[in-house]
């Protein structure tokens, strides 16, 4: 076996060999339950081998290495981006909107997703679909694909740098021991002497109007997010100003 092939382009049973004693998506699945519980840094193929109870050479008929295990999780879990039960909403922006949030609930079930996705071009079945119905909601607005792929990727790119951060903060939280409001009042003597100077006058408003408004994590998320699609709206084409026909849907 080679690395040099996409890996679902390789038969999972090869015709030569013993019989596969289990199947990629239990490899993934094993996979994802230990990165769930441990993060990835848990994962090796001696471990997955020992979840799965094979002998970690038999994992090579699988997969090439770490890395393809990688791909696998990412293609498992990008499916929960999109319920089976659900189909797109005829309306772009509802469709975006449903499609970021669903994926902002599934990198919260699984912390490791978002820095994985961050760093690694997505390619499988899952991730095809992902992209045919995210593209398919921008379809018809008079927009190329380029700025169709690179619209969706900004929303994305929002997604996934906001879920980074809101785990970041909380693992930060979690490691000092302390709530929120203890950690403010670390530095509040700090920042109390830079707005006393006169220069931080947006300091000195942060620290007086702060937190009325969008205090909760989804409430932000929310907020940024309906930002993001007015600006998309509002650079979209004229109706009927368009580059082509449309694709057949």
Request: proline share 6%.
């Amino acid at each position: 076996m080679t690395g040099h092939e996409n890996l679902w382009m390789r038969p999972e049973r090869p015709a030569r060999g013993p019989r596969p004693s289990f199947s990629r998506a239990a490899l993934a699945e094993a996979a994802i339950r230990i990165a769930d519980a441990e993060g990835l840094e848990a994962i090796s193929m001696r471990r997955l081998a020992a979840d799965l109870g094979a002998g970690t050479m038999s994992l090579y008929r699988y997969v090439t290495g770490k890395d393809e295990v990688f791909d696998l999780m990412l293609d498992t879990v990008v499916r929960e981006y999109l319920p089976e039960d659900r189909e797109p909403p005829d309306d772009w922006a509802e469709g975006l909107r449903l499609l970021a949030w669903q994926a902002r609930r599934t990198m919260l079930r699984h912390p490791w997703l978002a820095p994985l996705a961050a760093g690694r071009a997505q390619v499988g079945p899952n991730s095809a679909r992902l992209t045919e119905t995210a593209l398919g909601m921008l379809d018809g607005l008079g927009l190329s694909v380029d700025e169709m792929l690179t619209l969706v990727g900004a929303v994305f790119a929002y997604v996934n740098g906001y879920i980074q951060s809101e785990l970041a903060e909380g693992e930060a939280l979690r490691r000092s021991g302390l709530t929120l409001a203890q950690r403010l009042a670390q530095h509040l003597s700090y920042i109390q002497s830079l707005i006393a100077t006169g220069d931080y006058p947006m300091l000195e408003r942060m620290t007086k109007e702060g937190g009325r408004r969008y205090t909760g994590a989804d409430d932000r998320f929310a907020y940024g997010l309906d930002r993001l699609l007015d600006g998309i709206a509002a650079g979209l084409p004229p109706r009927g100003d368009t580059e082509g026909p449309a694709s057949p849907r």
